[in-house]
């Protein structure tokens, strides 16, 4: 049986995995952290609130606009859409990196095997829940596709394509800017004198002219220049700063080197590029590998992992093309198999703690909303922001506090932000950061874990 036989079979394998996965994430809905601070502010979105000057937001929109087009379609909101939304530019950017591989190697099989690995390491890190990464990931992968294409043909209008999906991966998240610097790089290398003038031109006029009509747009509405630069930047909201969303999510290596566990074929990367011919191409995939490392630079969520999975496949595909060093067969089997056995018992995992996660969030639900109306004004501290969304609350101060993270401004700066009638929820850790204003409030509800059927512990404050 030849190699690409069996890799068909294990593609074949792990497509099943990866269906069945989606469809147990669509039909035991779990909305997370991040999941409901995006879907709060869609729903104001579409209530007519403005992003950024009414909506208090560090995170650029694009991304949130699209996950939210449900909103535009139906009156009633539909969380698994959205959720089907994000999990298709997942797809999507799967579709494209199996493209750009085939620019590198012919290996089809290879290439279809590896790519949708992508899909499965997405799943694995967080790619269940509603982030902004898949969104940023594909407008960078479509970047890279159509500059890749650029290289071959020199046509103008394909990199002022790439510039406009550089310019669509940064608004849907800052942190998808960082392409811009190995292709930047890559051109300098690649062009020299008029021919280099013409490709930066194009390239500029791409990455610029999304954001300008985001700027006129904006103008429109009063917001200046200055200010309009500090919301797409993420300096917008300026209230305080807290303790921080991240201080505890810093980036060890050693949790890279396990994500590489599902793909253990990364490991023999070091061997294959040592007899890598050294030029610019092989330059160009590294120094993308190493520019996917610096949203790590801000925390060390899982979802940040998903910038990093494409290059570091795409630099695997041409360590196998190029290296003089030929992988023996059956190792090369045996190491993918490891792998889609490692992946298989993950996805498994993902499965049943998301089943059981959608319970459990289904039954606080309830329980919250007989404590507190829905359409209240509340402020969560510790509780998850998803029951902004699941509670329809609305928040204390949309323009200036939004729904943020708990933990992201002061105690202080959130009492005095609550007026009468407001709700404060805060668990048990968070009890000491506000017990000096207790006198302040009257205590609505109060429960340990386990009491009420909660498995949160909860004290519910009414500002007096």
Request: with cysteine.
């Amino acid at each position: 049986m030849s190699k690409t036989i069996k890799l068909n079979y294990l593609s074949i394998f792990l497509g099943i995995a990866l269906v069945t996965s989606a469809v147990v994430f669509l039909v035991f809905p779990f909305v997370s952290y991040d999941s409901g601070y995006y879907l709060s502010m869609m729903r104001e979105m579409h209530a007519g609130q403005l992003y950024f000057k009414e909506i208090a937001s560090p995170y650029n929109p694009m991304a949130i606009v699209l996950m939210g087009l449900s909103f535009f379609f139906s009156t009633t909101y539909s969380f698994e859409i959205s959720l089907f939304i994000n999990l298709s530019a997942i797809a999507s950017s799967s579709f494209v990196l199996y493209h750009i591989m085939g620019l590198i190697n012919k290996n089809k099989a290879l290439n279809l095997f590896l790519s949708l690995s992508f899909i499965a390491l997405c799943f694995i890190y967080d790619g269940n829940h509603l982030v902004l990464e898949p969104f940023s990931v594909l407008f960078q992968l479509m970047a890279l596709y159509f500059y890749l294409k650029f290289k071959t043909t020199h046509n103008k209008v394909l990199i002022f394509i790439t510039g406009l999906c550089i310019a669509c991966s940064f608004l849907s998240k800052q942190y998808g800017l960082f392409i811009l610097l190995p292709v930047g790089l890559d051109l300098l290398w690649q062009q020299r004198g008029k021919q280099l003038f013409k490709s930066i031109l194009f390239l500029t006029l791409g990455v610029l002219l999304p954001i300008a009509l985001m700027y006129i747009y904006y103008v429109s509405f009063g917001i200046e220049f200055i200010e309009f630069l500090e919301f797409i930047l993420g300096q917008g909201v300026k209230l305080d700063s807290g303790s921080g969303t991240g201080l505890n999510a810093t980036f060890k290596f050693r949790h890279l080197l396990n994500a590489f566990l599902y793909i253990p074929i990364v490991f023999l990367l070091p061997i294959l590029l040592f007899k890598t011919k050294k030029n610019k191409d092989l330059f160009f995939y590294s120094l993308l590998v190493i520019c996917s490392l610096s949203p790590f630079l801000f925390g060390a969520y899982d979802h940040y992992y998903q910038y990093i999975f494409a290059y570091i496949l795409l630099l695997l595909v041409h360590g196998l093309t190029y290296s003089s060093i030929e992988v023996p067969k059956t190792l090369f089997l045996v190491v993918l198999i490891l792998g889609v056995v490692k992946i298989s018992f993950k996805l498994v995992s993902e499965m049943k703690h998301q089943i059981e996660d959608s319970n459990i969030q289904q039954n606080n639900k309830r329980i919250l909303k007989d404590i507190i109306p829905q359409k209240s004004t509340v402020y969560l501290s510790g509780v998850s922001p998803a029951f902004y969304f699941l509670g329809d609350y609305k928040s204390i101060n949309l323009n200036r506090i939004g729904f943020s993270f708990p933990g992201y401004f002061y105690p202080k700066t959130i009492v005095n932000n609550l007026k009468s009638g407001y709700y404060l929820i805060i668990t048990d850790a968070y009890l000491d950061d506000y017990k000096n204003y207790f006198q302040l409030f009257e205590i609505e509800h109060y429960s340990l874990v386990g009491e009420d059927n909660t498995t949160i512990p909860i004290m519910v404050l009414k500002k007096r």
